[in-house]
């Protein structure tokens, strides 16, 4: 599997961690930083990472920062990513089977490489239920997307 990762200056410890196991599983991981503790905006760095997932170029994204609350909150911006901050491992489960999530989010501030990588390995692991009813809740925000979307 092809993973986009970002981090700001909150979350880059996890990121290299996480980037580590990840490709020691054999997945193709694009790390596109940020690489130091230097304050920086996190929405330069969920951007580039949801660009991928959107475009296809890679399959899952995932972000990093201090809570995930701003990454997740710049990354659903982007039309086509369902980005879902979790932080237990029912959510990480849930968010995939019902949601179809496409970028995972987690807060370096709020839980520990330990649990991270757990709830990693699970979203990884777990595919989206194709169930009716949530196709079609994942079709009303694609509607809600194209509702909204601004036109250059």
Known sequence: ??????????????????????????????????????????????????????????????????????????ANKVPGIRCALVHDLFSAKATREHNDSNVLAMGERVIGPGIALEIVKVWLETEFSQGPRHQNRIDKIKRLEDKYALHP
């Open 1 to 74: 599997m092809k993973i986009a990762i970002g981090a700001d200056h909150a979350g880059f410890r996890l990121k290299d961690e996480i980037v580590k196991v990840l490709q020691s599983e054999g997945h193709e991981v694009e790390d596109l930083g940020c690489n130091c503790a230097d304050s920086i905006d996190y929405p330069d760095y969920a951007l580039p990472v949801c660009e991928k997932v959107a475009a296809g170029a890679a399959d899952k994204g995932i972000l990093i920062c201090g809570t995930g609350i701003g990454m997740t909150i710049a």
